[in-house]
């Protein structure tokens, strides 16, 4: 029995609904999470069942395949993720290095000068809110914590964190590692 996958997920009936129904990408089972910050779904593969009680969500194999031994611990991260997603949320904070670099809140979208000769406007998924809480830190926040991180690369994949200055976006106390540039070349005669 998978450690993480035996574990029950605790939830709050009064705050969250889970609806268990067939169908899905699988064409199995889909699992519905809806809570006050919005609602998420996931697709069970066969071999996988999802039992919903009072306050508790299960996760069970039928049988100690190796793929759902495999599968057993995932579902029931994933769906833990969507329980504390639709209730509190994920955020990811990143930050803004290098003379001149800066964003600004523009509306949903934020605009980003980068040292490139435009500015850069990056519009965010729906369900994903960007914040600029000064002119060098940005807050990703959202319900679906893969999205959440996806934004958050995305964003750092616009000027990644080059390693002679450590000028460009990083997550908030990311640690650059830096290089020491060229030495001068010493001549004696």
Known sequence: M?????????????????????GGRFAYKLVNVTGPLGKLSLSIRKGI???????EIKVERTSD????????????????????????GFEKKLEIHGVGYRGFQSGTNIDLNLGFSHKIT?????GISIKMLEENLITVTGADKQLVGQVAAE???????????????????????????????????
Do not use: C, W
Request: cysteine-free; overall charge positive; hydrophobic content about 35%.
């Open 2 to 22: 998978s450690k993480i996958g035996k574990k029950t997920i605790p939830y709050d009936k009064e705050k969250i609904q889970v609806v268990v129904e067939d």
């Open 49 to 55: 069942n999802i039992t919903v009680t009072d306050g």
């Open 65 to 88: 395949a190796a793929k759902l031994k495999a599968l057993h611990g995932l579902y029931r991260s994933l769906l833990a993720n969507m329980v504390f997603g639709v209730t509190e």
């Open 122 to 126: 990056y519009k965010p998924p729906e």
């Open 155 to 189: 964003i750092r994949q616009l000027r990644k964190p080059e390693p002679y200055k450590g000028k460009g976006i990083r997550y908030l106390g990311e640690y650059v590692r830096r290089k020491a540039g060229k030495a001068a070349a010493v001549t004696t005669k």
